[in-house]
Every structure is written in C-alpha cells, then in structure tokens.
C-alpha cells in the first residue's frame, strides 16, 4: 500500500503544481525553459505513475475489502466511462462547445471516470486509488476555473461541428477501450 500512496504523491503532487503553485510553476518554467520544465515534469509523472501501477498491483494480491459491489455498479461504470472519455477528447480537439463551456474537460472527465471505479470497486486499494484522483480532479476543476475567472480567460466559442468530432472520437475511443484494451491492460472486461 505504501507504494501505491508514493505514487499518487508523487504523481498527483505534480499535477497539482499548476493548482496550488502557478506563480512558482512560471518561475521555473521561466528560468529553465518550456522544454526542460517539460521533460523534467514528464520524467516526475512517469515515475508516480509507474508507482501507482506497481504499487496497485501489490496492493491487490493483499485485497482488503471495504464492501462487495453490487453487479449493477459494474454496468453503470462502464456507461458512466462513455462520457468520461468524450470529456477526455474534449481537452484535445480544438473548437467543441464542450471545452469552451467546461474550460477543464480532462479534469470533468476525470471525476466521472473515478466515481464510475469507485462505486464498482470495493477494495482499500480502489478506493484509495480512485478516491485520490476524484477529490484531486474535483479540487482541480475548482482551481482551475477560479484561476480562468481571475485571469480574465475568454474561450472560443466552439461549434456543433466540434462536438460531433468530440462525441464520435469519444465513443470510438470508449468502444476500442471498452471492448478490447480494458481487458488486455487491466486485465477486466467491461463487457465480458
């Protein structure tokens, strides 16, 4: 367990440095340049995230069980999923309605895809994996709007057209994820 509590540290502890630290984050972006802030950023998350995976992974071959999920949270996960990927695509894919109105669609769509594994997943090492990037992506959703909103921020508007970019890239993804790479990777299949 203590691996796996490193790596949200480490990994959601720099993630965080834009929420609770910008000012700084500017500083060192400016003394080190965009690229090494970059590379030095990417290296720190790579390590957190190693870290989660192992450390996940050790944690479930000790499971704790907090509570036995019903079946049907296992369904409604794999719904609730299905928006958290559009929202996901949604940070990538310039000129959607669903950005401009949202701001932080990666950080939406992270909430909804932690709370679709925490209802479906019972064990200590779930809800502290899931629970941490829930509480992180609400209280960064909240930063980061507060921060748009002192800054002056003005997206784009955004059209019909880019939603529907949005929402068929969202689904093909949910679907290729859902169907076949779920079940390679994390070793469950969502609907299988």
């Known amino acids: ?16 440095i834009r929420f609770f630290a910008d000012d700084w984050r500017s500083q060192q972006v400016a003394r080190l340049g965009e690229l090494p802030w ?14 989660i995976v192992w450390g996940y992974g050790l944690a479930k071959a000790d499971t704790v069980w907090l509570w036995i999920p019903p079946v049907w949270t296992r369904h409604l996960a794999a719904l609730l999923t299905l928006p958290a990927f559009i929202l996901l695509l949604a940070a ?8 401009s109105k949202l701001g932080h669609p990666m950080l939406a769509g992270t909430k909804i895809w ?9 064990t200590l090492a779930a809800v502290l994996l899931f ?14 709007r507060r921060r748009d909103r002192a800054t002056g921020v003005i997206r784009a508007p955004g059209s019909l057209k880019g939603d529907l970019m ?6 093909v993804a949910w679907m290729i994820f859902a169907m076949y790479l779920h079940g390679v990777l994390i070793g469950v299949k969502p609907f299988g």
């Open 166 to 171: 949005v929402i068929v890239a969202g689904v």
């Open 114 to 122: 932690a709370f679709a594994h925490l209802i479906s997943n019972g």
């Open 131 to 144: 629970g941490s990037f829930m509480v992180w992506s609400i209280v960064g959703f909240a930063a980061s």
């Open 38 to 51: 970059k590379g030095i950023f990417t290296v720190v998350s790579l390590l957190g995230f190693v870290l």
């Open 1 to 16: 367990m203590l691996v796996l509590i490193l790596g949200l540290l480490i990994f959601l502890g720099v993630h965080s």
């Open 92 to 99: 990538y894919i310039p000129g959607s309605r669903i950005r």
